[in-house]
Structure formats: C-alpha cells, structure tokens
C-alpha cells in the first residue's frame, strides 16, 4: 500500500465522516497517555493524526495514522490502527497495522481507575508515529525502503492508571512491549499527564471557541530500556498538549514534544482530528 | 527457519486465544443481571448548587442533547441502549443521586463515567434531567393512600411498561409500604426485578402486613 492511497483512504473517512448527522466527541488531549475514560458503547471514532519527527540527524519524516476506535460495551474499547510514513525525498511506506484493546474491570469511579490494555501489533521498522516508546536507542537513520522489509509482530500490554481530580485529570501508563519477531527481550516505557478542561458552566448556545471546549495539559514519555540492553540510551520527550472540542461531532488537538535527551529527535510536532459516529443506535 | 515462524504462529494462535477467553469471561460477567444501584447517603444527601440559578439548565440540556441522547434518546424517553430518565424510578432520586451516578458511571451495565465533565456541568445535567419530569410522557400522582398507607401512583409510558416488563394495561401501582421503593429494584438498563413486577407488588405488602 502506497503512502497516497493512505490518503485517498483518510479523504474518503473525512468526507464520509462529513455527511453523517449525528455523533459526540470525547477525545482525550493526549497523544500517547491514555486515561481511564473508553469509548461509548456502540460508537466508532474515527481519528487521523500525524507525527512529524525533526530529528538531530538525518531527514525529517511523517508519520500519519488512521484510527477506529469502537466502544464494544462499557468496559471494552477496541482499536484498530493502520499507519505509514513519509521521509522528505528518501521515500513511503506503509507501516503496519495495530490491534488494540482496553478493558476497564471495575465499574465505577475511583480515586486511582485501573486499565488493562492489549495490543498486538504487525509493523515494520520504519514504523514512525511513536504512539508509545520504550527501550532504549536512537531511531533508525537507514532508508525507508529498506526498514520496511524488517518485519516486527510485537505484543503490548499496558497498565493504564487515571484520576479525576476536581477539574483535572492524571494519567500514568506503564509500558511493557515484546517484539515476537526477534529475540530483544522485553522493552519498557511509560508515559504520564496532565490535562485540565478551561471550562466551568456550559454555555447553552453553540459556540465554538467558549473555553468548555479547550483541554490544556502536557504529557511525558520515553523509554526504560529492555532486558537484554539495559537502559542506556533512552528516549524521553515532553509535550503540552492541547485539544479542541469543534460542535458535538469533532474533536482537534495539537501537541509539540521536545526531546529531553540525546538519542531523542529534537521535536515531535503531532496533529489530529477525531470524528464520533454512534453506530448502533436504536430507538 | 521453520521452527522460527512455527514458532510465531503458536505465538499468535496463543494471542488470539487468550484474548478471545478474556472476552468471552468478561461478556458471560456482565451478561449477568446487572446489581443495584444506588448511590452511597453522603452523595445522596448532596444539594444541586446550581438549584435557583436561573439559565443555567440551557447549558444542561446542550450537554445533555450532545453527550446522553445518543443511548437516552432526544427526549430522555429512553433507547435499546438507555433508560427512559423521566419515568419515576430516575426522577424519584435526589439530585446527589443522580450527580453520583453521572460522575461514576456503571460501565457493566454500559454508563459510561463522565467524571471528565467539570463538576458545574455535571450539576447543569441534573438540573436537565428535572426538567424531564416535567414532560408529558411521564406523570407521578402523589397522595393515593392505601389501608397500607400512602403509595404512589405511577403512569409509565407504554414503552417504558413494555421495557420495565410491568405487565398491566393500567396503571403500575407501587407501595411506599414494601420493604424498598420500586426504583431500588430496577435496573439500570430499566427492566424490572422478578419480584417487583407489578403483580407482585400486592403480594409483597401483603407479606409484609403478616406477623
């Protein structure tokens, strides 16, 4: 699959998404952290973002992903992620594609809400959207073309842990990943943030830019090295984070990562659009 | 070679397999009749601080219409996904009730947990949902009184009857006198507890006038 039927793929979704007449929006701020918050039971979100990488050496590249997201019942999301990458003159590729499943196992509202989270994952090399990080070195600087024929099935868990603290929200993700394709050991990472809706009352008119419809945070992930290579060499970025609830149906956000260490790019620019459809709703 | 993706494969089968099993232990769990669900005194107890602010409630039908009458319906009457939040069992809670229920969420029985709402908002919500009470769909006649003492009257839309599964073509009558009010055994996706159908109810208070 080419990187521009990628994006005939994402224009059909968006234009699909256009025409359809009713659906919600509740999109988490961050990128990479998850909270504790799942899908609503018979809706499909779909999503398109994209990580644009600048890194120290070698040639900036992006990296767009295209997302379903459907809440099977209340305490199981399902996702399904495709995902390629472009490098300014060095070439696409598709690459690969992500099976993700959260399952929350208690019912209600804690002070500290557990998530379990599965991913299986059928990538290669060039993968870039770095939706999570863990182990240690550098990115790969070799040529798109030749990382796309390293084939990675990886298997995934997380621990989620979120609180809702008055108006804020605290969320920490455990990481832990095994690459099935090779012999690397298990690869560690985490990720946490913070995000705050600038909200209070909710305006009765519909309005776009009233400050209910902003969510402000940062969040922070990296590496914690693998068993087999140590933790040398990790990778560690922050990221304000910031989300826009455009009307009930569309969700935008924004965040600019800054690579804390030398083995991280310089930034990670991320940018994306999120569109709530209730697929199964019965009178 | 050979071993290598022999290997993958198990790896994979093994995946899909323990994932399926999860699923399929969790779904026979939640398939169960979902508990009781009532809120705790202390959230009960709690006062709407937005009760005599004037307006606010537009705010709280715009969330409502956006966030709920996807599984509630437009009118809050109810879908196959949620229950009808104007019939008496919802409206016959106290507003920290109803505040405690939209902040946790019951995600076994498919309410989501909207504690991302900042709490004015959720407080918007429950002013909305009084307003429900209000509609025509559903009317609760105080003061009808029984040898058993007083009782509600309670005129369920014909849907909610059919969803709640009360039976009678008339009116569903519930005694204040039994041991718990009739909301307490509903639940949340609406249906009616085998002992609480209306039928029953007469036998309860009369079980409960016996030594």
Not at chain 1, 166 to 179: D, H, Q, R, T, Y
Request: aromatic share 8%; with cysteine.
């Amino acid at each position: 699959m080419s990187i521009s039927s990628l994006r005939i793929g994402f224009c059909c979704l968006v234009a699909c998404a256009l025409v359809a007449n009713r659906a919600l929006a509740q999109e988490r701020p961050y990128f990479v952290t998850y909270d504790h918050y799942l899908e609503e039971p018979g809706n499909l979100e779909i999503a398109v973002a994209s990580t644009s990488g600048f890194p120290k050496e070698g040639r900036g590249y992006s990296a767009p992903w295209l997302e379903l997201e459907y809440g099977v019942n209340g305490w199981w999301t399902a996702e399904i992620y495709l995902e390629g990458v472009t490098t300014r003159h060095a070439g696409s590729a598709f690459g690969g594609w992500r099976w993700e499943n959260r399952f929350r196992p208690f019912k209600g509202e804690h002070r500290l809400n557990p998530v379990l989270y599965v991913e299986y994952e059928n990538i290669n090399e060039a993968s870039r959207i770095q939706k999570e990080i863990v182990g240690g070195g550098p990115l790969s600087i070799e040529p798109i073309g030749g990382l796309r024929e390293e084939h990675a099935r990886e298997l995934e868990g997380k621990l989620i842990l979120s609180s809702a603290a008055g108006a804020w929200n605290v969320s920490e993700n455990f990481v832990l990943e095994k690459n099935l394709s090779e012999d690397e050991g298990v690869e560690f990472g985490y990720s946490v943030g913070i995000s705050r809706s600038l909200g209070g009352l909710a305006s009765g008119n519909t309005c776009y830019f009233c400050r209910e419809n902003f969510v402000l945070g940062a969040e922070a992930y990296g590496g914690l090295g693998s068993t087999s290579a140590g933790i040398e060499a990790t990778r560690h970025f922050i990221a304000p984070v910031v989300s826009w609830r455009v009307g009930n149906r569309n969700a935008l956000k924004a965040s600019l990562g800054f690579g804390l260490t030398e083995s991280s790019d310089r930034y990670l620019l991320r940018v994306g659009w999120a569109y709530e459809l209730p697929v199964r709703r019965a009178r | 070679m050979m071993p290598r993706i022999s290997r993958m494969l198990i790896a994979q089968l093994l995946l899909v397999m323990s994932i399926a099993a999860q699923a399929f232990v969790l779904s026979a769990q939640t398939s169960e009749r979902p508990s009781r669900w009532i809120a705790p005194p202390e959230a009960a107890t709690r006062a709407n601080p937005l009760a005599n602010r004037a307006g606010v409630v537009t705010g709280g039908r715009k969330l409502f219409h956006d966030r709920c009458a996807a599984c509630h319906g437009d009118d809050g009457q109810g879908t196959s996904k949620g229950p009808n939040l104007s019939a008496a069992y919802v409206q016959g809670q106290s507003d920290g009730a109803l505040f405690f229920k939209i902040t946790q969420g019951n995600t076994r029985a498919g309410m989501p947990t909207f504690s991302f709402f900042p709490e004015p908002q959720r407080w918007q919500l429950v002013l909305h949902l009084r307003e429900l009470r209000r509609s025509p769909a559903a009317t609760i006649d105080r003061g009808v009184c029984s040898p058993l003492g007083c009782a509600n009257r309670i005129s369920l839309t014909p849907r909610a009857r059919t969803r709640a599964a009360v039976r009678q073509a008339g009116h569903a009558v519930v005694h204040e006198s039994c041991r718990r009010p009739l909301w307490a055994s509903l639940a949340v996706d609406g249906s009616v507890g085998p002992d609480r159908g209306s039928g029953e109810v007469d036998r309860c208070c009369n079980d409960r006038r016996r030594p």
